[in-house]
C-alpha cells in the first residue's frame, strides 16, 4: 500500500506542472512578485519533499501509519470498493441536477449499502428513510434549497 | 459572565442544541473511526443556519464529548476513536481485558471533564490579557504568527518531516486556488468562475475527513472487531474510579495544565498533548516500567490532557484569529460565514460570543458526564453498530452538508476531490493535519504577506521593523533552524539505520 | 451610483424622493401583475453573512414571505469579488423562482475584467438600499479635516496607504475616484486590498494604514467608542447617526459624492408579469412598518426605485464607474 517511490514521483510532476503555470502569472506594480509567489513556493517545496521521499530512502522505510484504523487487509476486492464508492459519487455530482436530489440521493446511499455489503432489500429500506429524513432537516428545516430535477412538477 | 450571557446560554434553544450535541459527540466519538474533527465538519452545515453564539456552543459540545468519547473503542476494542485517545489505547484496552472497562472510562471521563474546565478556566484567564497585545498587530505580526502556526504544525505532526512537509505544501497550493488578493488575477481556475473564491472550506474539510474515512472503511470491509465483555457493576465501577482519582490528582492538575498550554501553540492540538502528556507521565512516574501494561496512570495523564488542550485552542483562535488545531480552524470558517472576523477586537465587539464560549465549555464538559455514564453503560452496544448502515448516512451527510454551504455542485467536486487525495494521503503516511493548516494559514500568510510588501514597497526588512514582528519574526526563524537540523538528523539516521521502525514517531 | 458632478447626483436623488413619496410608482398596467409562486423561491446573495447587503437582502426576504406565502431561501454565493453570486444570479431559470440581489459590483467587475457579465445579463426589479463611504483615520491622527489629509496627499503621493475592500472594490473606486476628482493622482494615497470592512479597520487601529474608507455605517461603532475620527461621508445628506460628519458634496471642491447600491434583480429574460409582481411586492415590503424599523436600527435611509429607474440608474452608474476604473488604470 506504501509506495514512496511512486508518491514522491508524483508529487515532484505536479510541482513542476504548478510552478509552469505560476511562471505565467503577471506580476505587481513595481515588485518583482505578484500571485505567482506562492503557488511557486508551494510548487518547489512540492519538488524538493517529492524527490526526498522518492528518491532520498531508496523507498525501503515505511511510514508510520497515522490511521486510527487497524491494519487493511489486501486484495483487489478491497481496493475496488473504494474506487467504486468514487464512482457513486462522480454519478452523484454528474446526475444532481438532472434527477433531482431525491432520486440521486436514493440511488447513491443505495449503491453505497450494496458497496457495504448489505442486501439489496436492507439498501433500500436504509436508503428511504434517509432520503426523507434529510430532505426534512435540509429541505424544510434548514431551508437548503435542493434541487428537484425530474420531481420538479411535485416541488414545495 | 453579564446576565445576558448567562440567559442566552440558557436559553431553551442553546440548552437544547448543547443537550443534542453532546449526544452526538459522544456517539461519533463512541464510533471507531468516526474523528472528533469529523464531527464538527459534519455539524457545520447546520452550525452554518444557526444563531452564531448558539453555533459556537454547539462546536465547543461536540469536540468535548467526541474526544472523550474517543476512549470508548479504544478501550473496548483498541482502536482509538480520536486520534487524540490513541497515546493510552494500549493501557485501556488491557485494563478493559482484565475486566475493568467500566472503571477505566470513569476514569478517564472524569479526568477530561476537569481537564476540560481547567482548560477553559485558563482560557479564560490568557485570552483577554493576550488580545490587549494583540490589538496592535498589523499585518506583518500578523503574518509572522501564521507561519509560526504553519511550522508548529509540522513540528508536531506525527508523520516524517518530509511527509509533513508536502501535506502542508499541498494544503499551501490548495490555499492559493482563486482570485489572488493583491492584483485579482485568477489562478488555477480554467475560467470556472465557481473557482474564483479558492477551494471552499467546509467542503474540503468534509472531503478530508469524511470521505476519506468511508473509503478507508470500504477498504477494510465489514469485519467488525468482538468488544470486550463488561464485567464490572455501575457501582462498584464508580467507586474504583474514584479511588483512582483521588490517588492520580497531582497527575490529573499537571497535565490539564499543560495540556492547555499545548493546545493554546497554533498548529498543536488535543493529540499531541496527549501525547506529550503522556510521555511526561511516565518519566515522572514512580512505576514507568508498567506504561503499556494495563497501568491507569497514564489514563488519567492523557485523558485529562487532551480535553483541556480543547480550551487551549481556542487562545491562538479567538486573539489572533490563527486557529489552535483542525476544530477550531473550522470554527473560525463558522465566525467568518457568520460575518465575525476572530481577531483581538471579538473580545471588545462581540464579548457575548466569548463569554458564550466560556459558558459553553463550562456547561458540555458538566453535561459530558451524565451522557458520559449512559454511553459507558451502553458502550458494548454502541461500538457494534454495522458499518454498512452507519457509512451510506455518514456519506449522504457529507454530501448534502457540502452542498448545503456553496449551493451547487462544485461543493460536490471539491468532497470528491479532497476526499480522494485524504484517502491516498493517509493511506501512503502522509498526515493530514498540516494539510488542512496549510489551506487555511496559506491564505492568511500570503494575504499579510502581499498588503506588507504593497505598504512597505518591497522592502522586505519591514516585517523586523515593529518590535512584536521583529520578535515573532526572530522565534519562527530560529524554529524553521530547529526543522531544518531535524530533518538534516532524520536522513542521516535514516542512511544509518534503514530499519522499518520509525524514530520520526515522536513521543513515544 | 455616482457622480462627478453634483447636479447629476441632485438630479438623481430628486427622481429618489419623488418616487418615495408616490404612493405606486409601477408604470405597468397592473391587471397583468399577477403571478403567484407555487414553492420556494431561492433568493441569491452574493456576498457573506453578516455585511450589509445580506442583512438588507434577509430582512426583505422575510418579508415577500409573509407577503407571498411561500418560503423565500436566501443563498449567499460568495467569492470572486462578487463574480460568483452575481453569475449565478444571471444564469438562474426566469421562472420567477431565482432572484436576487445584486449590487453596485455588477457595474464594475466587468470593467476590471474579472467576467464579461454586465448588468444587462440581469432583469432589474427594484432598488432597496444605498450607502455611502466615509473617510476615517485613527483618533489620535495628525489629520483633522478631509482636506489637510488631501494636501499631505499632494505633496507627498504614495507615502500614505488607505484600505476597505479589494483591490477595485467600490470603496477602493471611491477613494481614488476622490482624489481624481480634486485633482490628484488616483493612487497618492496607495491602495492596500483586504477582504472587508472589518480587515480594514483592524489594521487602520493597529496603525497599519493612516486611513480606511468603509461604509461609514460600518465604522459607526469604532467612531461612537472614540477610536476612530470620520473626516468626511462622502454623500450629499447626512447620516442620521453622525450627522456632524462633513459631507464630501459641501466640503470638497468637486462636490465628489458616491454611493453604492443594492438592488433586487431576476435572471435574465424574466418575463415582464413576474417582474412586475415582484416590483410590487417589495414596494409594499419597503414601505412597511418593519421595514422602517429595520432601517432606523441599522442607520441607514429607506429608499426605493421601480425597475425602471432602477434599470436606468445601473446603466448610468455602469458608464460612470468604467470612466473611474478607466482613469485609475485598472480596466482590462
Known amino acids: ?156 | 459572565m453579564s446576565a445576558s450571557t448567562l440567559t442566552s446560554l440558557f436559553s431553551p434553544a442553546s440548552l437544547t442544541v448543547i443537550a443534542a450535541c453532546t449526544l452526538y459527540g459522544t456517539f461519533i466519538g463512541a464510533m471507531p473511526g468516526l474523528t472528533a474533527t469529523m464531527a464538527v465538519a459534519l455539524l457545520v452545515p447546520f452550525t452554518y443556519f444557526m444563531d452564531p453564539l448558539i453555533a459556537i456552543s454547539a462546536i465547543v459540545a461536540t469536540t468535548t464529548t467526541a474526544i472523550f468519547a474517543g476512549d470508548v473503542p479504544g478501550t473496548l476494542m483498541r482502536i482509538p476513536g480520536t486520534p487524540a485517545s490513541a497515546a493510552y489505547v494500549e493501557d485501556a484496552y488491557r485494563l478493559s481485558r482484565a475486566g475493568r472497562s467500566r472503571s477505566t472510562l470513569m476514569v478517564s471521563l472524569f479526568a477530561a471533564c476537569i481537564g476540560g474546565l481547567v482548560g477553559v478556566a485558563l482560557l479564560a484567564l490568557i485570552a483577554p490579557q493576550l488580545a490587549r497585545v494583540a490589538v496592535q498587530f498589523s499585518s506583518f505580526e500578523t503574518f509572522w504568527l501564521a507561519c509560526l502556526g504553519l511550522s508548529c504544525a509540522v513540528l508536531t505532526s506525527n508523520g516524517s518531516v518530509a511527509k509533513s512537509f508536502s501535506s502542508l505544501f499541498l494544503g499551501l497550493f490548495i490555499a492559493t486556488i482563486g482570485i489572488d488578493v493583491a492584483v485579482g488575477h485568477p489562478r488555477f481556475t480554467f475560467g470556472n468562475y465557481e473557482l474564483f473564491d479558492g477551494i471552499s472550506f467546509i467542503p474540503a474539510i468534509i472531503g478530508l475527513f469524511a470521505l476519506s474515512e468511508i473509503l478507508r472503511s470500504a477498504q477494510i470491509g465489514h469485519r467488525d472487531q468482538p468488544a470486550n465483555a463488561v464485567q464490572e457493576s455501575f457501582s462498584k465501577a464508580l467507586h474504583e474510579a474514584a479511588l483512582v482519582l483521588r490517588r492520580f490528582k497531582r497527575n490529573i492538575a499537571r497535565s490539564s495544565v499543560l495540556g492547555t498550554l499545548i493546545g493554546a501553540l497554533p498548529g498543536a492540538g488535543a493529540d499531541i498533548a496527549a501525547w506529550i502528556c503522556y510521555a511526561i507521565s511516565r518519566r515522572f512516574s514512580r512505576h514507568p516500567e508498567r506504561y503499556g501494561t494495563g497501568y491507569i496512570e497514564g489514563v488519567t495523564d492523557g485523558g485529562s490532557a487532551n480535553n483541556a488542550a480543547i480550551g487551549g485552542a481556542w487562545t491562538p483562535a479567538l486573539v489572533f484569529g490563527i486557529p489552535g488545531d483542525s476544530v477550531t480552524a473550522i470554527a473560525i470558517g463558522i465566525l467568518l460565514l457568520n460575518g465575525m472576523s476572530p481577531g483581538p477586537q471579538i473580545f471588545t465587539e462581540s464579548p457575548e460570543l466569548v463569554h458564550t464560549l466560556y459558558g459553553a465549555f463550562a456547561l458540555s464538559n458538566l453535561a459530558m458526564i451524565p451522557a458520559g455514564l449512559l454511553v459507558i453503560m451502553a458502550s458494548s452496544q454502541v461500538v457494534r453498530i454495522p458499518r454498512r448502515v452507519l457509512m451510506p448516512c455518514v456519506l449522504l451527510f457529507s454530501l448534502v452538508g457540502a452542498y448545503a454551504i456553496t449551493n451547487s455542485v462544485i461543493a460536490i467536486w471539491t468532497v470528491l476531490a479532497l476526499g480522494a487525495l485524504g484517502y491516498a494521503m493517509e493511506a501512503n503516511g502522509f498526515p493530514l493535519a498540516p494539510a488542512i493548516l496549510g489551506i487555511v494559514l496559506g491564505t492568511i500568510v500570503e494575504e499579510n504577506f502581499m498588503t506588507s510588501m504593497m505598504k512597505a514597497q518591497g522592502d522586505l526588512l519591514a516585517f523586523f521593523d515593529r518590535p512584536w514582528a521583529a520578535a515573532l519574526g526572530t522565534l519562527t526563524l530560529l524554529l524553521w533552524a530547529l526543522l531544518l537540523t531535524r530533518g538534516i538528523y532524520e536522513s542521516v539516521q535514516r542512511r544509518r539505520y534503514p530499519s522499518p521502525s520509525s524514530e520520526t514517531e515522536t513521543y513515544p | ?332
Open chain 3, 1 to 332: 451610483m455616482m457622480s462627478t458632478n453634483s447636479t447629476t447626483m441632485m438630479t438623481i436623488s430628486l427622481a429618489l424622493w419623488a418616487s418615495l413619496a408616490a404612493t405606486s410608482a409601477s408604470a405597468d398596467n397592473p391587471e397583468t401583475c399577477h403571478w403567484q409562486p407555487e414553492r420556494a423561491v431561492t433568493f441569491i446573495v452574493p456576498w457573506g453573512t453578516g455585511g450589509g447587503t445580506d442583512a438588507n437582502a434577509r430582512r426583505l426576504a422575510s418579508l415577500l414571505e409573509e407577503e407571498m406565502g411561500v418560503p423565500f431561501n436566501v443563498v449567499n454565493r460568495t467569492g470572486g469579488n462578487g463574480v460568483v453570486g452575481h453569475t449565478s444570479l444571471a444564469r438562474g431559470k426566469p421562472d420567477g423562482y431565482t432572484i436576487g440581489a445584486a449590487t453596485v459590483e455588477i457595474d464594475t467587475m466587468h470593467w476590471l475584467g474579472l467576467t464579461p457579465l454586465t448588468y444587462q445579463d440581469i432583469t432589474p426589479i427594484a432598488l432597496i438600499n444605498r450607502s455611502s463611504p466615509g473617510v476615517v483615520v485613527q483618533n489620535n491622527s495628525p489629520y483633522e479635516t478631509l482636506d489637510a489629509l488631501l494636501d499631505e496627499a499632494r505633496q507627498n503621493p504614495g507615502e500614505l496607504t488607505a484600505s476597505g475592500t479589494a483591490q477595485g472594490g467600490i470603496w477602493h473606486l471611491a477613494l481614488a475616484g476622490m482624489l481624481k476628482a480634486e485633482g490628484l493622482a488616483p493612487d497618492a494615497i496607495r491602495w492596500i486590498p483586504s477582504q472587508g470592512a472589518g480587515p480594514a479597520l483592524k489594521e487602520l487601529m493597529a496603525g497599519g494604514i493612516d486611513v480606511a474608507t468603509p461604509s461609514l455605517a460600518e465604522a459607526r461603532n469604532l467612531i461612537e467608542q472614540g477610536e476612530l475620527k470620520a473626516l468626511g461621508y462622502m454623500s450629499d445628506t447626512p447620516m442620521a447617526q453622525l450627522p456632524e460628519v462633513p459631507l464630501t458634496a459641501d466640503t470638497l471642491e468637486s462636490g465628489w459624492t458616491l454611493s453604492a447600491f443594492v438592488t433586487v434583480s431576476g435572471p435574465d429574460g424574466l418575463p415582464d408579469e413576474i417582474a412586475c409582481t415582484y416590483e410590487q411586492a417589495i414596494e409594499t415590503a419597503i414601505n412597511s412598518e418593519a421595514w422602517a424599523e429595520f432601517k432606523r436600527s441599522s442607520g441607514t435611509q429607506v429608499v426605493f426605485e421601480n425597475r425602471h429607474e432602477t434599470a436606468q440608474l445601473l446603466a448610468e452608474a455602469d458608464r460612470q464607474l468604467g470612466e473611474v476604473v478607466e482613469a485609475i488604470g485598472l480596466a482590462k
Open chain 1, 1 to 156: 500500500m506504501c509506495n514512496d517511490r511512486l508518491s514522491g514521483s508524483l508529487l515532484v510532476l505536479f510541482g513542476a506542472l504548478v510552478l509552469w503555470r505560476a511562471s505565467t502569472f503577471p506580476s505587481l506594480a513595481g515588485l518583482e512578485y505578484g500571485p505567482g509567489l506562492f503557488p511557486s513556493i508551494a510548487a518547489i517545496g512540492l519538488i524538493v519533499c517529492g524527490a526526498l521521499i522518492g528518491f532520498g530512502s531508496r523507498g525501503r522505510r515505511k511510514a508510520p501509519s497515522t490511521s486510527t484504523m487497524p491494519p487493511q487487509q489486501t486484495g483487489w476486492r478491497m481496493a475496488a470498493r473504494p474506487m467504486a464508492l468514487l464512482i457513486v459519487i462522480l454519478g452523484y455530482g454528474l446526475l444532481l441536477d438532472l434527477l433531482g436530489f431525491h432520486i440521486a440521493s436514493f440511488m447513491a446511499v443505495s449503491a453505497t449499502a450494496l458497496i457495504f455489503g448489505m442486501r439489496a432489500g436492507g439498501a433500500v429500506l436504509l436508503a428511504l428513510p434517509l432520503v426523507i429524513g434529510v430532505h426534512l432537516l435540509f429541505y424544510s428545516l434548514l431551508r437548503v434549497p435542493l434541487p428537484w430535477g425530474l420531481l420538479t412538477p411535485m416541488a414545495w
